[in-house]
């Protein structure tokens, strides 16, 4: 018996030195941006209301994972009568869907120092489509910044219609700070 306590209470001193940081997504310093084409001229906004968890150790990227969410009633394109329409159901329906959420399936390393890969799914509207793009981590005020880029087709998450003025590909900036 007293074996087997060790045994659990190393296993435990183990856990705990070898586990991973833990992060929380900020608004204060990230973006999480948006650009579209409308009528050939580029416009864009941004989505606060970051939440979730991040753990992550460049040194063990096969436990690290993201799991982060914005609210889609904070839209802000600079025009209210524009944020107001883009809420309503034929584009982000924020009364039935308040978040857009994104999950880490894997990550790995891009083979330049400080640039990774990640794999995930990204959820809006309540539909799930795969994504994967490169980005940066730098450690900064006890956490880090999360920078990376990735397109979508909005047409894929029933976001808007069908557009001769509007395009259908979407480009995600986000800068992510996260902090313990």
Known sequence: ??????????????????????????????KVHFTIKNFAIKTGGDFKG???????DPAKLTTSNFAVSVVT???DTDSEMR?????????????????INFKSIRITTSGVKGRFYMFGNLTIKGITKPVEFGFSATPS???YLFDGTFDINRLDFKVGEESISLQDKVTIALKVFAKK
């Open 83 to 99: 944020d107001d329409h883009l809420k309503e159901d034929d584009y982000f329906d924020v009364v039935k869907y308040p978040l």
């Open 50 to 56: 970051l939440t979730g968890a991040i753990k992550f």
């Open 73 to 75: 009633s904070t839209i």
């Open 1 to 30: 018996m007293k074996h087997a306590l060790f045994a659990v209470t190393a296993l435990l001193i183990s856990a705990v030195g070898f586990s991973q940081a833990s992060y929380t997504p900020t608004d204060a310093g990230s």
């Open 141 to 143: 005020n006890g956490g």
